[in-house]
């Protein structure tokens, strides 16, 4: 079982920066290629990046690429995403997630662990 814990959401305007985190414990963090989603409401939960064990290899969304970037550091447990340039389409809750396999994934069906989620409002 693993417990992730998203966090630094929050109300901006378009064009500002938010960093958001994901703690995790339980099973070794380190085993686990990780993603991050987002739902905006009326609309299915969508795909924004994705990284895998090591940390070096990435994946994002068209929608994010170039604004977005995934992290993780696996010695604190934690993954993060850098969100510059933020639009109002950006609004969202965004979840981490942890895949079933060691591959880095663009499902939500490839990922059995997720956080509650956290808020992301960008204002026009």
């Known amino acids: 079982q693993v417990q992730l814990v998203e966090s630094g959401g929050g109300l901006v305007q378009a064009g500002d920066s938010l960093r958001l985190s994901c703690a995790a414990s339980?099973?070794?963090?380190?085993?686990?290629?990780m993603g991050w989603f987002r739902q905006a409401p009326g609309k299915e939960r969508e795909f924004v990046a994705t990284?895998?064990?090591?940390?070096?290899?990435?994946f994002y969304a068209n929608s994010v690429k170039g604004r977005f970037t995934i992290s993780r550091d696996n010695a604190k447990n934690t993954m993060d995403l850098q969100m510059n340039n933020l639009k109002p389409e950006d609004t969202a809750v965004y979840y981490c997630?942890?895949?079933?396999?060691?591959?880095?994934?663009?499902?939500?069906?490839?990922?059995?662990?997720w956080g509650q989620g956290t808020q992301v409002t960008v204002s026009s």
């Open positions: 339980g099973r070794t963090f380190s085993n686990y290629a």
């Open positions: 997630a942890a895949a079933a396999g060691r591959n880095p994934s663009m499902l939500p069906t490839q990922y059995v662990y």
């Open positions: 990284i895998n064990l090591s940390g070096l290899t990435t």
